[in-house]
């Protein structure tokens, strides 16, 4: 899944959640063929070893080998995430599946009036955010705490409703379509 990701211009690498563990050193070899089944090195789910910096404000990192599924992993806003066999995220619809609003988390959207337009209108992170910048302006320092790279990055232009280059981010003003000039 995360893998995949590395075409978009992610830094995910096996050792973000496998830390120690990757391919040609000696635990990886050892954990693989300590599992059961006929071919050993073919039993999923791998052991997770998260390094701390991927910790949740929350809490470390950790991983469920029953619900294939991890939590408090910072990436993923301290909320636990999809299956990890069978669950897809679309990253351009489903921003509230890792940030959510007036959390401790590090990606937590507490600026401006994102409680107001997202939790109290409905109005969808799309309306602002240009979902054709997520690779090279949201996906950029995911080996970090920070996460990503600056939302303002992604403000404005493409689909929204946010003229390209209207956004300041100096000021944290803006002109969309939908009302007059506001500073967020």
């Given amino acids: 899944m995360h893998i995949a ?22 635990n990886h070899y050892n954990r693989a063929n300590a599992r059961l089944g006929l071919n050993a090195l073919r039993v999923p789910p791998g052991d997770a070893a998260f390094m701390a910096t991927y910790n949740a404000e929350t809490g470390a990192s950790s991983f469920s080998a029953t619900a294939l599924t991890c939590s408090n992993v910072s990436c993923h ?21 890792c940030h959510t609003s007036g959390t401790a988390q590090y990606n937590s959207y507490n600026s401006g009036e994102h409680q107001k337009h997202v939790s109290g209108e409905g109005i ?24 990503e790279g600056p939302a303002s990055a992604t ?30």
Avoid: K, R
Avoid at 170 to 184: D, F, I, L, Q, V
């Fill in 124 to 147: 969808e992170c799309t309306v602002c955010h240009n979902t054709t910048t997520l690779a090279v302006s949201h996906f950029t320092t995911l080996s970090t705490t920070a996460m």
């Fill in 155 to 184: 403000i404005g232009g493409g689909s929204t409703l946010i003229p390209a280059g209207n956004y300041n981010p100096a000021n944290g003003s803006c002109t969309p379509s939908c009302h007059g000039n506001e500073t967020w």
């Fill in 5 to 26: 990701l590395n075409s978009a211009g992610t830094p995910t690498s096996c050792d973000t959640c496998h830390n120690g563990l990757g391919i040609f050193t000696l």
């Fill in 77 to 97: 806003g301290g909320q636990a995430n999809l299956n990890w066999q069978t669950g897809t995220l679309d990253v351009n619809n489903q921003c509230t599946s």
